[in-house]
């Protein structure tokens, strides 16, 4: 090769490089992207949370409701739950994820609103308490 030919070939491996870093920022960061904060209560027998597509009520310490991290009113919710569950018919399981500070009352609008709109079972998102072990009771 002589000083007066060029090389033209494409080094793709610096694109590579910077494509492979912000994938991995962006499976790191992905998770975190909630909407809303919720504290879960605690509980010694605790089922991991499924993997499956479902949906999930959320309701944050202030008592505003989240349909799969959308802010919803509460005198739009069962209406929303109603849109979504049209989309999936014979689907009739929910998640609920409330603040353990909510009230008791806003939990059960929320279960309310879900019943109206066909929801049939409910599952509650709950964190593990990490010095018992299962079956073991908390003292």
Do not use: C, K, W
Request: charged share 20%.
């Amino acid at each position: 090769m002589s000083e007066a030919e060029v090389n033209a070939d494409i080094n793709v491996t610096p694109m590579v490089d910077v494509m492979l870093v912000l994938l991995i920022i962006f499976m790191v960061v992905t998770p975190v992207l909630t909407q809303y904060e919720a504290t879960p209560p605690t509980a010694v027998n605790v089922m991991p949370e499924p993997d499956e597509d479902v949906i999930t009520l959320g309701i944050d310490v202030q008592g505003q409701f989240y349909v799969e991290d959308e802010h919803v009113p509460a005198n739009r919710l069962q209406a929303t739950l109603r849109q979504v569950y049209e989309r999936r018919p014979g689907d009739h399981l929910m998640f609920l994820r409330a603040d353990r500070g909510v009230g008791y009352n806003v939990v059960l609008d929320g279960i309310d609103a879900a019943r109206g709109a066909g929801v049939r079972t409910i599952g509650a998102i709950i964190e593990p308490i990490e010095s018992a072990s299962p079956g073991q009771e908390e003292e």
